[in-house]
């Protein structure tokens, strides 16, 4: 079993930039693909990006090309998605989670991933 636990939302301006981060627990991180995941109020949970095990490999949702990036570090047991030029419409609540086709990337659909952390909100002000 994995636990993951988000740090780093809060409030920014747009065009502003935060960095993410989701720390796991266990020992079997590197076996886990991993992946981010937004909800904003009113909304459909909806893919942002995800990693593959041994880093690397990534895929973005066009929404978020050429403005995210997610990178782990696995002698950390780590995630991150770094953010750069934010838009309001990037608010919501960010979510780590964990999936074992741990090769694979463009796994976008939530049901897909096992393991959740809680979450944590990001806000950008106009």
């Known amino acids: 079993q994995v636990q993951l636990v988000e740090s780093g939302g809060g409030l920014v301006q747009a065009g502003g930039s935060l960095r993410l981060s989701c720390a796991a627990s266990?020992?079997?991180?590197?076996?886990?693909?991993m992946g981010w995941f937004r909800q904003a109020p009113g909304k459909e949970r909806e893919f942002v990006a995800d990693?593959?095990?041994?880093?690397?490999?990534?895929y973005y949702a066009d929404s978020v090309k050429g403005r995210f990036t997610i990178s782990r570090d696995n002698a950390k047991n780590t995630v991150y998605l770094q953010m750069n030029s934010l838009k309001p419409e990037d608010t919501a609540v960010y979510s780590c989670?964990?999936?074992?086709?741990?090769?694979?990337?463009?796994?976008?659909?939530?049901?897909?991933?096992?393991?959740w952390g809680q979450g944590t909100q990001v806000t950008v002000s106009s």
């Open positions: 990693i593959k095990s041994s880093g690397g490999n990534t």
């Open positions: 266990g020992r079997t991180f590197s076996s886990y693909a």
């Open positions: 989670a964990a999936r074992l086709t741990g090769n694979k990337v463009g796994v976008t659909r939530s049901r897909y991933y096992a393991y």
